[in-house]
């Protein structure tokens, strides 16, 4: 499976983007995608993931202004950023989980796209 990820850019503090993320095959559709960030000099964390059924988990530093979610029909995930911050600024990677359930685990995501850049001004 090969992921592909765009929607990453400059913003503004309290601007919104909108990050996609598309699968190569439709097998994403049976598991967990999520999304994880990594600021310069930081190890990489968990932003977000949506389940095979569609529940969704977010990260407490995120929760209220990110919103995970999916077309199985596309094979894309989505992560809407509003009233983003400063520290939002990391590469923003998607993953495609093991299982049709996954957490915030690394080694519960098998497949991972690229990354795209996202850069908030203050």
């Known amino acids: 499976v090969q992921l592909q990820a765009s929607g990453g850019g400059l913003v503004q503090a309290g601007g919104s983007l909108r990050l996609t993320c598309a699968a190569s095959r439709r097998t994403s559709s049976n598991n967990a995608m999520g999304w994880f960030r990594q600021a310069p000099g930081k190890e990489r964390e968990f932003v977000a993931r949506i389940n095979w059924n569609g529940s969704t988990y977010h990260a407490d530093s995120v929760k209220g202004r990110f919103t995970i979610s999916r077309d199985n029909a596309k094979s894309t995930v989505y992560l809407q950023m509003n009233s983003l911050k400063p520290e939002d600024t990391a590469v923003y990677y998607c993953?495609?989980?093991?299982?049709?359930?996954?957490?915030?685990?690394?080694?519960?995501?098998?497949?991972w796209g690229q990354g795209t850049q996202v850069t908030v001004s203050s």
């Open positions: 993953a495609v989980g093991v299982r049709p359930y996954a957490g915030s685990e690394f080694s519960e995501y098998r497949y």
